[in-house]
């Protein structure tokens, strides 16, 4: 079992990174559906635009999968001492969703976009809006351990050290 106190510095770099990536996704999101459309009929005016949305997807899947892996290899803080089991396990089940979501969004989008797999692009759609969902819970729970329960959760994830 994992004793660390906060994750590392790689872990807490490409978490923020992914973070502020997806949101941009989620933002220019706006129109991907007709440009999938467009690209499935041939037509490549729409999809130009579309071009910083799909790559940064495809980076974004990258990211994940290091993240994954740098999750298996280095672990994960404990949970605080204070959590309850009920606690501790719907932490896990949380982050759990958090990364297998991270992982089907950009796949899905692949799919449609490289494969030409329509019904791929409304799984992408949908499913990335319940990673911004569950994305949401994620950093609300943060937010409540940090200025309500004030028992450090927050702090694991600082880019500096300092508490």
């Known amino acids: 079992m994992s004793t660390l106190d906060r994750y590392s510095m790689p872990q807490i770099v490409l978490h923020w990174l992914i973070a502020v990536i997806i949101i941009g996704e989620w933002i220019s999101s706006d129109g991907m559906g007709r440009a999938l459309h467009a690209r499935l009929e041939g037509n490549t005016v729409w999809t130009e635009g579309a071009t910083p949305h ?21 672990g994960a803080p404990t949970p605080v001492e204070e959590s309850s089991d009920l ?9 759990l969703l958090l990364y297998a979501l991270m992982v089907a969004v950009p796949i899905f989008g692949m799919l449609a976009w490289f494969g030409g797999i ?16 569950v994305a ?3 950093a609300a729970f ?13 702090n694991r994830m600082r880019l500096s050290s300092g508490r």
């Open 136 to 138: 949401l819970g994620h």
């Open 118 to 133: 329509h019904v791929a692009g409304e799984v992408h759609e949908t499913v990335g809006n319940a990673l911004l969902f």
């Open 142 to 154: 943060a937010i409540w351990h940090h200025f309500i329960k004030r028992d450090g959760v927050l």
């Open 87 to 95: 606690m501790a396990t719907a932490a896990k089940l949380g982050h």
């Open 54 to 74: 799909v790559w940064l997807g495809c980076i974004v899947f990258a990211l994940i999968l290091v993240r994954i892996l740098l999750r298996w290899r280095q």
